[in-house]
């Protein structure tokens, strides 16, 4: 599959982000302030984004939240990536999802597998590098 052809404006502002457009290797973790998983989620994404060197785009997308709530739970927990805001929820229904949190991985020719369950430091770790072929240690 590839990524739905939708655009989701920018967290912070600014010009939407065409989703099928953004170049892989990619990582696209979706999250929400009212998700308990995601909790411990978001900053283990944090961490691949820092080890990743630039050689992957890690992105968030804050999912069915007010801002502020999101705010919060990002600054809260250390959160500096790029990230993406879809309070309506139009990401996660076009991939046919219906819960959080939802982490999809974009290879570099474009092809998405999307990942529907929590994961911890090793396990993001083993996804991107198989689907992405970025190696990045937990």
């Known amino acids: ?6 655009s989701l404006p920018c967290f912070t502002g600014g010009q939407e982000v065409a989703l099928g ?3 892989g290797p990619a990582v696209i973790n979706m999250w929400a302030s009212w998700c308990g998983p995601c909790r411990d989620e978001l900053p283990v994404v944090q961490r691949l984004a820092d080890r990743a060197d630039g050689r992957l785009h890690v992105l968030g997308v804050d999912v069915g ?3 502020e709530a999101a705010a ?3 600054s ?9 805001y879809d309070r309506d929820r139009r990401l996660l229904a076009a991939l046919g999802k219906i819960n959080l949190p939802v982490t999809v991985f974009v290879d570099s020719a474009g092809r998405a597998v999307v990942h529907p369950l929590p994961v911890d430091a090793r396990e993001l770790s083993e996804l991107t590098r198989t689907h992405t072929g970025v190696t990045v240690t937990p």
């Open 21 to 23: 457009s953004l170049p």
């Open 1 to 6: 599959m590839t990524l739905p052809e939708l």
């Open 72 to 74: 919060s739970f990002g």
């Open 65 to 67: 939240d007010s801002r």
């Open 76 to 84: 809260g927990r250390g959160v500096t990536i790029p990230t993406l």
